[in-house]
């Protein structure tokens, strides 16, 4: 058996629960009346570009899985790391309300590229710069994370 397969089998099973997820809230949203100008197609492809990049986040998760004792301190500590990429993002808040030293920081920000190409893909209009931009950051994640959380896993037995 293949060493990591645990490890890659744990993250392939958060992709199927992030699909899970995506399928309630589109199906919630329909039943209320959300109507995507981006048809079936560009749900279909920002809830791939989404499982995308989540899957690529969850090596860091997985790697501070490997380095901190507790579940509860793993959950804290992504409290920490999503909670202001979250916040100085344009997922609230349109970034030309904000002073400039802060739009530059949310600029940068990978989660404000994610949710402007699933907001782009489903109301029809295709941000082709920014599916770049998420897919950049999408392989940077897991070319710092993985091979760091695989010599971790490796250590660990």
């Not at 629960?17 to 109507?35: A, P, Q």
């Not at 995308?52 to 920490?80: D, E, K, Y």
Request: net charge positive; charged share 10%.
């Amino acid at each position: 058996m293949w060493r990591p397969s645990p490890l890659v089998g744990a993250l392939l099973g958060d992709v199927m629960r992030y699909s899970i997820g995506s399928v309630v809230v589109i199906t919630l949203g329909l039943v209320l009346g959300f109507r995507p100008e981006g048809g079936a197609v560009g749900v279909v492809l920002s809830v791939a570009l989404l499982l995308v990049f989540s899957f690529c986040l969850s090596w860091l998760w997985t790697m501070l899985s490997l380095i901190l004792r507790t579940p509860n301190s793993v959950a804290g500590v992504s409290m920490m790391v999503m909670f202001p990429l979250t916040f100085v993002s344009n997922i609230f808040v349109d970034p030309t309300t904000m002073p400039g030293w802060l739009q530059a920081v949310v600029e940068v920000n990978p989660i404000t590229h994610l949710a402007t190409v699933v907001r782009g893909l489903m109301h029809g209009s295709v941000p082709a710069g920014e599916i770049g931009w998420v897919l950049v950051s999408s392989v940077l994640l897991v070319a710092v994370f993985g091979p760091i959380t695989m010599v971790l896993y490796r250590n660990k037995k």
